[in-house]
T-cell receptor
């Protein structure tokens, strides 16, 4: 079965650079979520999109932006990177808004290291 | 305020034995959903089990079962016949009128 695909798997950037993370949801999943997981921490919700519109917003810095495209894939754009942005970034998708009884299916994550 | 609380940062269990991970949550909603996710060293987030709040029957998935106590807002995970591959971080998660929120996690180590 197809899973949530994230690219790249690993990314190393310098401070003040920009980064773009991509997420391809499971086919027919219309909702995409982004989470940030720092070392030894639980995943923190950043932002979500339902049918290509932003649905919820969590603790996403103003330096970050995201969008969902017509093919339902999503991109997380991160600018003016800081050392504290180093984390594992998960994308998840669900077949309906907020996943309801089915939960979310997570991708393998993108590990971003800012040096 | 933390919506989901996991009070056990670390736990260990002998292979083949049973272990219970605790989770409590806070919500004013009557309809919500609860989940346990497993995160092994590979860092993949894997859904273990889910429970709808309106169902009184506790969910079961093979060796994994939950004890859902709605009045107490408690949602514990029981792992029976623990296997070495169960070694992972376990996150309790919750959806009501907001997107999924996670507890701080419990690191479970299964010892041979």
């Amino acid at each position: 079965a197809a899973g949530v695909i994230q690219s790249p798997r690993h990314l190393i950037k310098e401070k003040r650079e920009t980064a773009t993370l991509k997420c391809y949801p499971i086919p027919r999943h219309d909702t995409v979520y982004w989470y940030q997981q720092g070392p030894g921490q639980d995943p923190q919700f950043l932002i979500s999109f339902y049918e290509k519109m932003q649905s919820d917003k969590g603790s996403i810095p103003d330096r970050f932006s995201a969008q969902q495209f017509s093919d339902y894939h999503s991109e997380l754009n991160m600018s003016s990177l800081e050392l504290g942005d180093s984390a594992l970034y998960f994308c998840a998708s669900s077949q309906n808004f907020r996943g309801q009884g089915y939960g979310y299916t997570f991708g393998s994550g993108t590990r971003l290291t800012v040096v | 305020a933390q919506t989901v609380t996991q009070s056990q940062p670390e736990m260990s269990v002998q292979e083949a034995e049973t272990v219970t991970l605790s989770c409590t949550y806070d919500t004013s909603e009557n309809n919500y959903y609860l989940f346990w996710y497993k995160q092994p060293p590979s860092r993949q987030m894997i859904l273990v089990i889910r429970q709808e709040a309106y169902k009184q029957q506790n969910a079961t998935e093979n060796r994994f079962s939950v004890n859902f106590q709605k009045a107490a807002k408690s949602f514990s995970l029981k792992i029976s016949d623990s296997q070495l591959g169960d070694t992972a971080m376990y996150f309790c998660a919750f959806i009501d009128n907001n997107d999924m929120r996670f507890g701080a996690g419990t690191r479970l180590t299964v010892k041979p």
